[in-house]
């Protein structure tokens, strides 16, 4: 199609764009001292409800807050804010993925204090966020056992720019038969080596886990 | 951002270019009177799962074949293609969605015979494919039980475009707490009107009345 290279440029120059806003901001955060953690995953693989108890376990001991992306609605913001952290909803409109520009100016002008963890929810998407940097610390993907085992597979991309890949929904994988085993050989198919968390956030069995590598994760920097 | 309009105005000469090359795709469907369906959704929501059980039950009475779309892998069209009909992969690589141009291309130099459905499933993924005609005469959203009942509401445009919604995994819904009654609302909510079948690829609970919706839809072209 003759459309394709002029694609390609324009593309490559948003992106080159978007890693100078991502590179300014991950200084910024460094300097503030605030560990930032993207998710990514499909839509409805339980972002939301991993965040939410991620929040309220670490608001005991940490100052943190979160930004969510979404096409439309302000439900997922409506819904962390329960858990007691400052929240802010980031509306992409037709917008697959968030952009580094749009994370920043979501920042200014919110008066959230001093951070010490700063979560931020992509838009439900397993392609489009892969090519955006958002000057985070930790990527995260999030996938859950009524995806399917050879998720990784078919989104290679999205899997090999994430640092760890949490499984979710547990408490269904019997109901689902999840091959557990499956999954984890896939996710080492695309990124040999890469750490893998196990949970329910339903029942909260493997937050344990979760928060104690977040820590240790932040201690490091 | 300086680049927007640069954006849009590639964007929009893309999509020209798709209509145009789905309108052909149309008219070719019509006159070799293949009754076209594309089916979107998030990846994990059982569009495969629910296609095979499509695909084995029509094959009895119809001639069948199926597209399948995906950034990696032929894992989908391998499994496909024990249902027997013929089954054919179209990989993206990085794209989020299928145009009409990959339909066109993927359906030269494949000898399927004469056809009464083609099938079309799209690239897991809830924004980009919105935006693009395939020439198919029914566009198909599958959303499951395991995504919660607002989707409809986070992602308004692709449930737009859509003409039939399918609840799928059913037989999970009492496991996830699922309510019906709020995930119609949702959908009516941005569409009203909009035609809604629950099923269950697994137990088969509700694939009767999605293939008379179907053959019914086949007949009035």
Redesign the interface.
């Known amino acids: 199609?003759k459309?394709t290279t002029?694609?390609v440029e324009?593309r490559t120059?948003?992106l080159k764009?978007n890693d100078v806003a991502a590179r300014a901001m991950r200084e910024r955060f460094r300097r503030d001292g605030v560990f930032v953690v993207s998710i990514v995953s499909?839509?409805?693989?339980g972002k939301t409800a991993f965040l939410e108890r991620t929040l309220v376990t670490l608001r005991e001991r940490y100052r943190t807050a979160a930004l969510v992306g979404?096409?439309?609605?302000e439900?997922d913001a409506q819904r962390l804010a329960r858990s007691g952290v400052p929240v802010k909803q980031i509306l992409t409109g037709?917008?697959?993925h968030l952009e580094a520009?749009m994370v920043s100016r979501a920042l200014e002008n919110w008066d959230h204090g001093p951070l010490d963890f700063l979560f931020i929810e992509n838009?439900?998407?397993?392609?489009?966020p892969?090519?955006y940097d958002l000057g985070e610390d930790l990527r995260l993907l999030l996938?859950?056992v009524?995806?399917?085992e050879?998720?990784p597979?078919?989104?290679?991309?999205i899997f090999n720019t994430a640092d760890i890949a949490i499984i979710s929904?547990m408490d269904?994988a019997e109901?689902?038969e999840f091959d557990l085993q499956a999954a984890r050989q896939s996710i080492q198919a695309v990124r040999p080596g890469m750490e893998i968390i196990e949970l329910s956030s339903k029942s909260g069995k493997g937050m344990d886990r979760w928060i104690e590598y977040l820590i240790a994760r932040r201690n490091e920097v």
């Not at 838009?123 to 489009?128: A, D, I, Q, T, W």
């Open positions: 199609m459309h002029r694609m324009v120059k948003v764009e499909s839509p409805g693989s979404d096409l439309a609605t439900n037709t917008v697959c520009d838009v439900g998407n397993l392609v489009c892969a090519s996938f859950s009524t995806e399917g050879d998720k597979l078919k989104y290679p991309t929904k269904l109901a689902v």
